[in-house]
């Protein structure tokens, strides 16, 4: 059997370093005790661009791909059939020259890596606006109902499983309000029961903001 020798990661990046101007070579942190010493991060110092080298000492190769946003990585943001999903990963021997190595990161890998990071950070922007939006929401609407602040109490804040986004849930006798930053200007109402007096008046101002919005959407 054919023994696995480690990739000496850091010597390659750094190689690199010198056939790429502009690029500077980061090791990984210490997480404790555990330094993961088979990858390490190029950085393009003009602009913060993230590469991820990494040695697979099993395949005897070297990987390098593009590091994302957490949670927008490009098999978060694309369909897993989706043609226009861009290569972001490239892969070959880790005896490959260093300048033949640069050349295949500039002409095959960095095109589709700014193509992916461009649309992930227009995602996460979106996203971060709407759960501030959803958060203002939040507050305002607790302040309506004689809440406490939302924001200082944990448990009416709950993120979504992937936490990109949040809903705020409000509880109120006999039922919830919820916001969801996916849709931060509409609220669900679950389960609220009401007395026929604040029912009816409920009943009123939705219908006359009902009536506003049609009206108003009459006129664009």
Partial sequence: MTERQDIDVWSIATALTFVMPGWRAEYPKPDGEHLNRGSCTLVRIADDLRL????????????ISGEFP????????????????????????????????????????????????EKARTLKARDDAQKATARRHAVRLAK???????????????????????????????GKFKISSYKPQLVEVERLTLDIETAVALATLVRKRRRQLAAARSND
Avoid: M
């Fill in 70 to 117: 957490h949670h927008y990585a490009p098999h978060d943001i694309y369909g897993r059939e989706d043609p226009a999903k861009p290569e972001t990963r490239i892969a070959c021997s880790p005896t490959k020259a260093p300048d033949k190595i640069a050349a295949d990161i500039t002409r095959r890998l960095l095109p589709g890596v700014l193509v992916a990071l």
């Fill in 52 to 63: 991820h080298v990494y040695g697979d000492r099993w395949e005897q190769k070297l990987s």
């Fill in 144 to 174: 309506s109902l004689g809440l406490k602040d939302p924001t200082t109490e944990p448990e009416h804040r709950q993120p979504r499983a992937d936490d990109r986004t949040n809903d705020w849930s409000l509880w109120v006798e006999g």
